[in-house]
Nanobody
Framework: QPQLVESGGDLVQPGGSLRLSCAAS????????IGWFRQAPGKEREGVGS????????NYAESAKGRFTISRDNAKNTAHLQLNSLKPEDSGVYYC??????????????????????WGQGTQVTVSS
């Protein structure tokens, strides 16, 4: 059974950093593009960034550019989202997702969550002083 499990969410002060992890089981993550999304209370889910299967192409939301970085560790079947310079408005539940494309360069658009085949259950990030 394919599964994604996020971890690493925490309470952090503004300006701080976190590293989220997304562990895959039941399938090989390096065959898939990775996406990260987040949802704050009372708000719609929004895309944060995506990474192609060969890690050579990325899409980032404007709010994430320069602060967040997606990476993958194929040996551990795991993806990561590095969050730096965190702001209170970054708070929310962060979800990872995996999408199988026709090309290893396929980089899912963040506005098309339906392109993702598997989703995790989320991890809470709270940015507050």
């Amino acid at each position: 059974q394919p599964q994604l499990v996020e971890s690493g969410g925490d309470l952090v002060q503004p300006g701080g950093s976190l590293r989220l992890s997304c562990a895959a089981s039941g399938f090989t993550l390096d065959d898939y593009a990775i996406g990260w999304f987040r949802q704050a209370p009372g708000k719609e889910r929004e895309g944060v960034g995506s990474l192609s299967a060969n890690s050579k192409s990325t899409n980032y939301a404007e709010s994430a550019k320069g602060r967040f970085t997606i990476s993958r560790d194929n040996a551990k079947n795991t993806a990561h989202l590095q969050l730096n310079s965190l702001k209170p408005e970054d708070s929310g539940v962060y979800y990872c997702a995996a999408a199988r494309g026709a090309s290893i360069y396929y980089t899912p658009l963040l506005t098309r969550p339906r392109e993702f085949d598997y989703w995790g259950q989320g991890t809470q990030v709270t940015v507050s002083s």
